[in-house]
Every structure is written in C-alpha cells, then in structure tokens.
C-alpha cells in the first residue's frame, strides 16, 4: 500500500521560511519523479515543483529562485525549501507520485504565510 505524508506546513511571516517534508511507504523514490503541489482557496491545484528520476528538477515560474525540491534516498522523502515566502503562497501543498500509471497523493500541509 503505497502511502505519502506530508509535514513541515505552518504559519508564517512574509519574507520567512518553512521546510516541506513528503515521507512515502509503500513505494521506493528513487525510481520515481516526485512533485509538489499546491492549492489555495477557490483556485485550481497547481504544479510547484517536480524531480526526476536523475534528479532534474522542475520550478513553476512564481518559486523559481525562492524554493528548492530534493529527495533523500536513504529515507525515502522528498523535501521542498522554501524562502522568501509571499502571502500568494498560502494554499495547502501535495506531493505526489506515480507508480504503474497511478497517481498518489499525500493529505497535504497547510502552509500560510501572514504577518
């Protein structure tokens, strides 16, 4: 049973940082493309960021330069570093993987940046 949870969301200050965490079970990440998404109220979820299987990673144009995807093999988890937060970032964030043409989704952290 293939199982993502994510973790690190939380309240913050524009201008700070928070560091997701997806662990997976189930299923091993190092063969597997690995994004972040994230959904705000009343809008569509969106691609943040991805990471291929030889770790090329993929920025959606509104993080680039402010968060950064990676993956720590030896414990199966994918993490997304982010800076600089704005308060456009608040929304729940996803990761997500795909094994055998399914798609797996974590339950998702809430992160909201506000003063």
């Known amino acids: 049973q293939v199982q993502l949870v994510e973790s690190g969301g939380g309240l913050v200050q524009p201008g700070g940082s928070l560091r997701l965490s997806c662990a997976a079970s189930?299923?091993?990440?190092?063969?597997?493309?690995v994004g972040w998404y994230r959904q705000a109220p009343r809008k569509e979820r969106e691609l943040v960021a991805s990471?291929?299987?030889?770790?090329?990673?993929y920025y959606a144009d509104f993080v680039k330069g402010r968060f950064t995807i990676s993956r720590d093999n030896a414990k199966n988890t994918a993490y997304l570093q982010m800076n600089s937060l704005k308060p456009e970032d608040t929304a729940v964030y996803y990761c997500k993987t795909r094994r055998n043409g399914s798609d797996y989704w974590g339950q998702g952290t809430q992160v909201t940046v506000s003063s």
């Open positions: 990471i291929g299987i030889i770790d090329y990673a």
């Open positions: 189930g299923i091993i990440f190092s063969d597997k493309a």
